[in-house]
């Protein structure tokens, strides 16, 4: 909460991408006192004006606010000046916002990428280079319960790019429960993050909640084999991930293949996750949207490619979601594992 010594300085957000995470961190950052625009796609959006916004958290209280209080356009609004822009859209949408962005905010207004992937920030800053691209991590979890309703179902802090702009701006984040940790170099957090979101297309095709797969030994050890490629290739090329969970990166796939009872016992705290969560991919698959499979297991399949480290597992997880299994059908993990080790994989 924000105290005398760190007030909550008066500011103006525009989330560009009012998805799921973009409407969570919309939510609390109004609740905290900042002027908030969404941007957005016309089925969120008209759930936002039928039944307004409500962000439930795992850890926090609730929040809601009436559609009546929300400021919702579906582009980026003229002459909107905001001290922030916070960039949620999927990985695919990443040129399309930044074009957007650069015709109607002015020459160095601050974006702050809060994407999957590795370098959202810079194939955006390649497109619109008068504008001030800052790099940012989400570690939680943000499904959409129903129409309106968003909830967060794991934990984590947020991080961004060290900047002037972010220091201002911390103590709104943190009044809003959305506390930011602060980095000089992100590039180590987003490898650490997405070694772990490696498990995001095993969820999808597990057709599982988030703690149930987890929860499934099977599809813990494939997800242990895809981040032991992904060490391997980050290794080569003398890149060191950040941690993210209490283990060290390179501990994390034995833990991953214990027994389910050891990996209950060991890890409580990865345990933290509502029994409603699921991976953002998986509600990619159900609504038959893009994936953004390229911008996690591709970019472990290119980097191994840059320096001579096969990552045949990756790579065929790359052909199968979105083309497998058939509709309303979920492989079990023994199905999974076999359709990753099939010839030319």
């Not at 003229?78 to 999927?90: E, H, I, N, R």
């Not at 943190?174 to 602060?182: F, M, N, S, T, V």
């Not at 001579?308 to 790579?315: A, Y």
Request: aromatic residues 2%.
């Amino acid at each position: 909460m924000a105290d005398d010594d760190n007030p909550v300085p008066p500011a103006t957000v525009l989330v560009m991408g009012c998805g799921s995470v973009g409407a969570f961190l919309a939510a609390r950052l109004q609740a905290a006192g900042a002027v908030v625009h969404c941007v957005g796609r016309g089925r969120m959006l008209d759930a936002l004006r039928s039944h307004g916004l409500r962000a439930t958290d795992i850890e926090a209280a609730p929040v809601e606010l009436p559609a009546e209080s929300l400021h919702l356009h579906e582009r980026v609004p003229s002459g909107l000046l905001p001290d922030l822009t916070l960039l949620t859209v999927k990985c695919s949408g990443t040129a399309d916002a930044a074009r957007a962005l650069a015709q109607r905010l002015p020459p160095g207004s601050p974006v702050l990428c809060l994407q999957n992937g590795i370098d959202q920030a810079g194939q955006a800053r390649a497109l619109a280079p008068r504008l001030d691209w800052l790099t940012g991590m989400v570690p939680f979890n943000v499904a959409e319960l129903e129409p309106g309703h968003l909830h967060r179902g794991t934990t984590g802090r947020l991080a961004a790019q060290d900047a002037p702009v972010v220091q201002r701006l911390a103590p709104l984040f943190a009044h809003a429960g959305l506390p930011l940790a602060r980095h000089a170099d992100m590039r180590p957090v987003q490898w650490g993050k997405l070694l772990l979101n490696l498990n995001n297309p095993v969820n999808a095709l597990s057709g599982l909640p988030l703690r149930a797969e987890l929860m499934n030994r099977g599809y813990r050890r494939i997800l242990a084999a895809l981040q032991r490629e992904a060490l391997a290739a980050l290794a080569a090329a003398g890149i060191t991930p950040a941690r993210m969970t209490p283990l060290p990166p390179h501990r994390l796939p034995a833990l991953l293949e214990a027994p389910d009872w050891l990996f209950r016992l060991l890890a409580r705290r990865m345990l933290r996750i509502d029994p409603q969560a699921r991976s953002s991919m998986a509600d990619d698959l159900a609504q038959g949207r893009r994936t953004e499979i390229d911008d996690l297991c591709g970019a472990v399949v290119r980097l191994g490619r840059e320096h001579g480290v096969p990552t045949p597992l990756n790579e065929r997880m790359l052909s199968l979601v979105g083309t497998w299994p058939p509709p309303g059908e979920w492989p079990s993990a023994d199905g999974l594992r076999q359709a990753l080790q099939a010839p030319g994989s």
